[in-house]
C-alpha cells in the first residue's frame, strides 16, 4: 500500500507542477511585448495537454485503487486460496527435496564404489609389480 501512496503523491507533484509551471510561464509571456497571440496559443495548448493528461492519470490510479470497505469474506476467500496455493507449493517443495536426497545418496553411493573399486585395483596392480619385482 506504502508504493501506492507514493505513487498517487507523485502523480499530484506532477499535477501541481504542471499547475505552477503554466501559470509562471503565462504570467511571464502576458508581460512579455515580444509574445506574440500564436505563442500564446501554443503555451495554452501544452499546459493544457500536460494538465489534463496528469488529470486523466490521477483518475485512472483511482480507480484501481483497492476497496477500504471491502468485506472480511473476500478477505478470508483471498487469504484462504493464497493458503491452498502455498500448501501445495510446500508439497511439491518436500517432494522435490526427498528426490534429491535419494538422488544424493545414490551419487554418494557410486563415489564410495568408484573409490572402493580404484583403490582396491590399484592395491591389486601395486600388489602385481611387487610380486613380479620379488620374482626377478
Known amino acids: 500500500m506504502a508504493d501506492r501512496i507514493t505513487q498517487m503523491q507523485n502523480i499530484v507533484r506532477d499535477l501541481r507542477k504542471h499547475m505552477q509551471d503554466s501559470v509562471g510561464v503565462m504570467h511571464e509571456s502576458a508581460f512579455n511585448p515580444e509574445t506574440t497571440p500564436e505563442r500564446m496559443t ?3 495548448q501544452h499546459f493544457t495537454h500536460l494538465i489534463t493528461q496528469t ?13 477500504l470497505n471491502t468485506p472480511a469474506s473476500v ?3 483471498d487469504f484462504n486460496t493464497r493458503h491452498a496455493a502455498s500448501d501445495a507449493a510446500t508439497a511439491q517443495l518436500e517432494t522435490s527435496v526427498a528426490k534429491a536426497k535419494d538422488k ?3 551419487i554418494r553411493s557410486a563415489i564410495q564404489d568408484l573409490s572402493e573399486a580404484f ?3 590399484s592395491v591389486d596392480d601395486a ?10
Open 42 to 44: 501554443e503555451l495554452q
Open 55 to 67: 488529470a486523466k492519470d490521477l483518475n485512472l490510479f483511482t480507480t484501481y485503487l483497492p476497496e
Open 75 to 77: 478477505h478470508l476467500e
Open 104 to 106: 544424493l545418496k545414490l
Open 119 to 121: 583403490f582396491l585395483d
Open 127 to 136: 600388489d602385481a609389480m611387487a610380486t613380479a619385482e620379488d620374482t626377478s
